[in-house]
Structures are given as C-alpha cells and as structure tokens.
C-alpha cells in the first residue's frame, strides 16, 4: 500500500495548486481525479473555455460593429461555430497538458478514479475508465471536488435544448432565442456570447437587478450596456417550468404582479448558480461534518472536525471562486508543515467576464451604509479617458470608497476595458492598506485604462480629480 503524507481530492484549481505548493514544500503528494484529464470544472468546462468562446464572439462582434468605424471593411463576415468550438477545445487541451507536466514536474502521484474515505487516514479509489480498485494510506487529505451547476427539480434538464453551462459551450450553431434563468456570472457570459453571435436572447432573474451580489451601480451600468448588443432582461420573474417540444423550449414564470409568462425559445440555459460537489466521498467513514448547503465544515484553519482532514474551495463557505480556492490550497499546504499563512477573504476580487468587463473587491457601497460606516465615494468615467476613447471603450467607470476620516481604500468597484486585470491594482493597494491618497500620488502610464483608478483616487480626495 503506498504512503503519502498529503492526499489532494479533485484537481481543480483548488486541488492541483495545492498538490504543488505540497510537493515544494517537500511532502510526498498524491491527487485523486475521477475524470481522465485534470484541471476541474474551470480548465474544462467553466473558466477557461468560457473566456476562450467569450474572446472569440467579441471579435466576431467588433468585425461586425465597430470595424468600419477603425477603416476596416469587410464583406460576407460569417461564424462558423464548428471552428469556433473546436478552438475552444484546442485552448482547453492546452491547459489541461500543462497540469499534467506541472504533475510529473513536481513528482506527484496523479490517481485516475473516485476517491473515498475508508477511514481518516486510508482512501480507497476506484477506477473509472478499467482497472483495479487500490488503497492508499495518507497523513493528511485536502478534499477540493468542487461544486456542479444547481439543479431545479422543477425543471427537467435534457442537456440538449435545456441546459447548464457545460452544455451551452458546447452548442454548435447560434440560437434563434436564447432563455437564459439566472442573471448571474455564469448566465450573463454565456448570454453575452450568443448575443454578440446574433441570438437573441433573453435573461429571466428572480431578483430585480444583475449581479445582485456586486455593489449596485454596477449591475445597473452592466445592465444598460448588455442592453445595446440586444439582451433583454425580465427582473422579479419567478420561473415555475420550463418544457421542450422538438426544437422549441418554452419557460414559465410568474411576474411581480402575480401574472403568468411565457418564453419560448430554441434554447433554455439554466444558470442559477452551483453547489458544493461531495457525492461519493464517504465521509460519514471519516467522521467528518457538514453545514448548511451541503458545505463541509471547517475552522479558521481550513481543517474539518477530523485533524488531518482539510476542506477547501467550493465545498467549503465563501464564495465560488477558482482564486480563492487557489489561495485556500496554499494556505493548506503550508498550514501543514507549520507555517502562519494568512487570507483576507475581504480581498478576494470577484469578476464578470462580459464586455464590458466588471469587478469588484471589498465593501460595496451598500454594505457600508448598513454598517453606517462614514466614507467617501470617488468616481471617474472611462468617456472621459483618452485611452478608452482611442479604443471606443467608453461605457463603464471605476468607483473608490474611502474611510472619510482617515481614507483608507475600504473598497473598489469597476466596470469597463480590461477590468479583469486592473483590479489587481486595487487589490495591492489595499492589502497594503493604502489611501486613495496612496494611490492619487502614483504615477501612471499614459494613456491607458489604469489611469482611470488613479483619478477615481483623486476623485474621492477632495474630488480633485484632473480629466472630469
């Protein structure tokens, strides 16, 4: 029977980063896998191949918008979804190959079938694809399986016509009329693909706004640009079914003034967010606990009940986000070998992959009024940024609250070009603990979109800001 001194459950981000910060740190490290390639939801059906489709329909979109505009023109502009598709697994395949030499750079034992608890320190795997059942003995674990798109039981899901996200990267022609039920992360960019492909497409959501987690004025601001490339919103539509004849699908819901409605479409995406992934685990044969909606329970230290026995990512509280399961991975490995890590959750940023981009990182105006936490708003538009206009990016802003007594970054919400990556400024900024002052006073390269967060700083400091 083989020894380790660390076993990683699930090869997502969560799960692969810690199995290599694991074996750097000179444990002996196994991963457990059930599917025959690594990388998890994200690197095969979630971030990764979304952002691939999400690249590909903006270029389709800009030739068909916005070239003319740059002196371009072109004529009998197409989509072939098959090339398109293909791409996409190309750029998959890619990633998921590079896992698997980071796996035999680091010398850790990849374990392809479904990992259980025998007890705390013994997990059987049994082989999905042939083979032999086999146990291994293991000082530690770190279960990292993830989460699956929330099923609801109203609705009978084909996997066809009526779909999750995984399904709908894979759809090899442009919808007539996409039903999107959620206007969360996940719904929004799949509707943004096909919008931007010339679906129409039409989001139902529960609440009565987008993103209803991020701070409002960007769901508001997300919402009238989406509205341009021609998405059409239904808030406060409470879905009650949804059917399929043929190649038709039809979604009920019941609007705010009780009235019933009806969708119908060739399509219907089911994107109502994910729950955590522990089927088959046996963890009852550990002892260990779980919390409400079906999470595990863990300490401050990311460790359940059982010693030796650690939970992170999806499966664990907070939000769903490959980051902060990487950042939970480390922390666990080097929580082993006895190390002080450190994660402030606060500082976890958290994007939206539509263009234009949105994101977000610590409290949300809304949060800090019910706090009654005094502050200061800071605000700059990217019309009035020269490099925006340069590349017709304009829709969008960057909004910084500051403490309004010692002005401290308490918090940084953008939509706009290239969000995704400047955020990271504000995040730097603020586990440094910077004032808007801070950042008001660093110089910035011009022209570009970053300049837009040194004047949302000037903004919010004496509102001394220079291009608005």
Request: aromatic fraction near 6%; charge should be negative; charged fraction near 25%.
């Amino acid at each position: 029977m083989n020894q380790y001194d660390v076993t990683v459950i699930g090869s997502g981000p969560g799960g692969y980063v810690a199995a290599i910060r694991c074996a750097q740190l000179g444990l002996k490290t196994a991963l457990i896998e059930k599917y025959p390639t690594l990388g998890g939801t994200c690197l095969n059906v979630g971030c990764i191949p979304s952002k691939a489709l999400l690249d590909s329909s903006e270029h389709y979109h800009n030739a068909h918008t916005a070239f003319a505009d740059h002196g371009i023109g072109l004529d009998n502009l197409t989509v072939d979804m098959n090339r398109m598709i293909d791409r996409k697994a190309g750029v998959v395949k890619a990633n998921v190959d590079g896992i698997a030499y980071l796996m035999k750079k680091n010398k850790i034992d990849v374990l392809t079938g479904v990992g259980s608890f025998v007890d705390k320190n013994h997990l059987s795997i049994a082989p999905t694809e042939g083979g032999e059942a086999q146990q291994i003995e293991t000082k530690n674990v770190i279960i990292a399986t993830g989460s699956k798109p929330t099923v609801l039981p109203f609705i009978k899901q084909d996997k066809q016509r009526i779909i999750t996200s995984t399904e709908a990267l894979n759809i090899r022609e442009v919808p007539k009329h996409m039903i999107v039920i959620g206007g969360g992360v996940i719904g929004l960019e799949m509707a943004s693909v096909y919008a931007r492909l010339g679906a129409k497409v039409s989001v139902v959501e529960f609440m009565d706004s987008i993103i209803p987690t991020m701070d409002r004025g960007l769901g508001k601001e997300l919402r009238r640009v989406l509205g341009k490339i021609g998405i059409e919103f239904f808030f406060s539509h409470k879905v009650t079914g949804a059917t399929r004849d043929g190649d038709n699908v039809t979604v009920t819901a019941t609007n705010a003034k009780g009235e019933e409605v009806k969708f119908e479409g060739d399509y219907c995406l089911v994107a109502v967010g994910r729950v955590p992934y522990t089927a088959g685990l046996n963890l009852e044969a550990a002892g260990v606990e779980m919390e409400e909606r079906g999470r595990i329970k863990v300490d401050e230290h990311l460790q359940t009940n059982v010693p030796g026995i650690y939970a992170i990512g999806d499966v664990v509280r907070g939000a769903m986000l490959a980051h902060k399961a990487e950042e939970e991975g480390v922390f666990v490995a080097e929580t082993i070998v006895g190390q002080k890590p450190h994660i402030n959750y606060l500082l976890i940023p958290g994007v939206v992959y539509t263009w234009p981009e949105v994101a977000g990182v610590g409290y949300t105006e809304e949060q800090l009024k019910e706090q009654g936490k005094a502050y200061k708003v800071g605000s700059f538009p990217f019309k009035a940024s020269g490099r925006a206009r340069a590349s017709g990016d304009t829709d969008g802003f960057v909004k910084v609250l500051a403490d309004k007594t010692t002005d401290e970054i308490l918090g940084v919400h953008m939509i706009g070009p290239r969000i995704a990556d400047l955020i990271a400024e504000a995040v730097t900024a603020m586990e440094f603990r910077a004032s808007a002052e801070d950042v008001a006073r660093m110089s910035h390269s011009h022209p570009t979109y970053a300049e837009a967060m040194k004047e949302a700083c000037l903004a919010a400091t004496e509102n001394r800001a220079i291009h608005m």
